[in-house]
């Protein structure tokens, strides 16, 4: 936290343009030259129910959502309906100003529609006195009637962008540009029209508020203003995909629907199906055809992928799937991040299963990862699956553009030719050998695969057990063999994924104290161990992305350099804990755990107070988290 940082929230219902805004300020800020990041918060319904965006900007790097926040621009919910106070969701038009005041921070300003938000509901929750005791800076503003003055009531939101600009001193030419590249001269000419009047109507106010724009520069190079979807995305095009087959659900479908736009371009297939064991099935049967493929889906929906799942793992096909978690079991908070399908992704499947599971932790490692596990797949014939969630699915956060000029890889992996068809082993009843014991292809455990069309490459490919024709077999020797080359290939994905160092360390090399993390906190984690070590604590943290084969070597160098460690994560049952204790059960008595799972995920100061409290073996002081101390503690 600093005075260099902006924070702005706008709140208002589902429906009311809150996100497409708060993506245009957040680009408007960063081509002005801040760094950017952003947090979504909002309900499991169409349109209507509180909802609010965060748009953090500093001079010099946002890593996270930071804590609370400094500017609220309260629309209301003009798609309410239960305004009533009585009602069971209580008075929804409210609730973007009345939910929202508890993390706004002293000095802050609110400025809210009184068009829609009239003086008695203010009166209601008390928000002239509590804005006395906490120095907020109170703006009501018409927005409403500005918007209808130019036709439309749904530019509210942009006249409380005019608004924002004014008290924050704000040039709103970056903002106007972008409004330029997105629609027609009508709606432009009206949307501008809308800015310039709220702009005006708030120069007017007496502004004796502290909070103005972070210093910046012209920005050095290019930025894009990415999501993690964005990022999963663009690297799966980059890698090669040409097929994607799904089906809707809250967070997967934004990586979905990217694919499913972008495809075409590059000359390839999008499938909307019936189901999710539909979806997994058809990008299984496009994989064994010879093309890159993919699919993906929430809690419940990989669920249902778990039979092609196990079909990949036995056949050998190459693929790859994504799971966005959400808070569960069953249908749980669709729109909330939690990170409780660790165990639900690693596990899932039956007999001994191998496959490769990778969790980036930010927008970069998405666009890697996502490349990493097509590269694993096609190159080691293994499903290969990514795990994230709603947390980073859907924030947004700048990073150099340059970053994404990559050669895209078009390599078909470990595909034989017809030529090596022809000098292979073949079986004694003449077939090709496609899952040869002792292939020697430089990688263990990985056998000559063909295509069908190959000539000399017909093969069966099948869920039973299977020699090494492919045909049925269930003999003993056979299934050992069968079963162990399966296996020993993540010894050598292992070996590779070493090489490649997709576990992120921060803080100094030596410390007394350790945090472990995983996924979309990590720049969370990160911040609050820079605070740590401001304060004079000892502290170093690394952000863990290989869940699958585990990264004993660089953990264990970790863990044994520190006296304990904290492990960070958002789920009830410490499912990552429990997965280095199961890979690494001597360091047990060093682990204990912060756990998050109220659907909020974490903010720098809970986990600063979470290694305090641990460290000092004091109870938190907060209910929104709970400690479980180290095993014989």
């Not at 096909?317 to 959400?326: C, I, K, Y």
């Not at 410490?574 to 998050?596: H, I, M, W």
Request: charge should be negative.
């Amino acid at each position: 936290m600093t005075d260099q940082e902006l924070i702005w929230r706008i709140a208002g219902g589902s429906g009311d343009g809150i996100d497409s805004n708060s993506r245009y300020f957040a680009k408007a800020l960063m081509r002005s030259g801040l760094d950017v990041f952003t947090h979504r918060h909002y309900p499991s319904r169409i349109r209507g129910g509180h909802t609010y965006v965060e748009v953090r900007a500093t001079p010099d790097g946002a890593a996270s959502r930071g804590d609370g926040y400094n500017f609220l621009l309260a629309l209301g919910d003009s798609f309410a309906r239960n305004p009533s106070e009585d009602a069971y969701y209580g008075n929804e038009e409210l609730k973007p100003l009345s939910e929202n005041l508890d993390d706004l921070r002293e000095g802050g300003i609110i400025v809210y529609d009184s068009g829609l938000i009239d003086d008695e509901q203010v009166e209601e929750i008390d928000l002239h006195e509590r804005a006395e005791e906490n120095d907020w800076h109170v703006y009501p503003v018409d927005l409403r009637g500005i918007a209808k003055e130019h036709g439309r009531e749904i530019m509210r939101n942009n006249a409380g962008i005019g608004v924002t600009a004014a008290l924050l001193d704000m040039d709103t030419s970056e903002y106007e540009g972008i409004m330029e590249e997105m629609w027609g001269d009508d709606i432009l000419e009206a949307n501008l029209a809308v800015i310039q009047d709220g702009f005006e109507q708030a120069q007017e106010f007496d502004q004796s508020h502290d909070l103005e724009m972070p210093d910046h520069d012209e920005p050095e190079e290019e930025q894009a203003l990415v999501s993690g979807s964005d990022a999963i995305a663009y690297g799966a095009l980059d890698a090669g995909c040409r097929f994607i087959a799904g089906y809707p659900m809250t967070p997967w479908t934004d990586v979905f629907t990217i694919m499913s736009q972008n495809l075409p371009q590059f000359g390839g297939i999008s499938e909307q199906v019936e189901d999710e064991i539909a979806a997994a099935a058809l990008a299984l049967g496009a994989s064994h055809a010879g093309v890159k493929s993919m699919s993906g889906s929430s809690g419940g929906g990989f669920a249902l992928m778990s039979e092609p799942l196990g079909l990949a793992e036995m056949s050998e096909t190459p693929v790859v799937l994504v799971e966005a978690m959400r808070a569960g079991p069953s249908t749980g908070m669709p729109t909330k991040p939690e990170q409780a399908d660790l165990e639900h992704v690693l596990y899932t499947s039956q007999g001994d299963s191998s496959r490769v599971v990778l969790a980036p932790g930010d927008q970069e490692e998405c666009y890697e990862q996502i490349r990493t596990a097509f590269e694993l797949a096609y190159d080691y014939q293994i499903p290969a699956l990514l795990i994230y969630d709603q947390k980073l699915q859907g924030e947004l956060r700048n990073v150099d553009a340059s970053f994404f000029d990559r050669e895209p890889d078009g390599d078909a992996g470990s595909v034989v030719t017809e030529e090596q068809i022809a000098e292979a082993a073949e079986h004694h009843a003449g077939k090709f050998k496609r899952f040869q014991y002792d292939a020697d292809e430089g990688k263990e455990g990985v056998s000559p695969r063909s295509v069908p069309g190959q000539k000399g490459g017909r093969f069966l490919a099948t869920g039973n057990e299977h020699n090494e024709a492919g045909h049925i077999s269930e003999d003993p020797t056979n299934r050992v063999l069968q079963m162990d080359r399966r296996l020993g290939k993540l010894e050598s994905i292992r070996e590779e994924l070493d090489e490649k160092g997709n576990q992120t360390h921060h803080g100094p090399e030596e410390a007394e104290y350790g945090i472990m993390c995983w996924g979309s906190h990590q720049g969370t984690v990160f911040e609050a161990v820079d605070r740590l070590n401001d304060a004079g604590h000892s502290v170093k943290a690394i952000g863990v992305s290989d869940m699958m084969p585990y990264p004993e070597a660089e953990v264990s160098e970790f863990l044994e350099s520190v006296d304990e460690c904290l492990v960070v994560e958002m789920n009830a049952t410490a499912q990552f804990r429990g997965l280095t204790q199961k890979e690494l059960g001597r360091f047990g008595p060093k682990l204990s755990s912060l756990l998050k799972y109220n659907g909020n995920p974490f903010e720098p100061a809970e986990i600063v107070e979470g290694f305090e409290s641990s460290i000092n073996g004091e109870e938190l002081a907060v209910n929104n988290m709970k400690y479980v101390p180290a095993a014989g503690d």
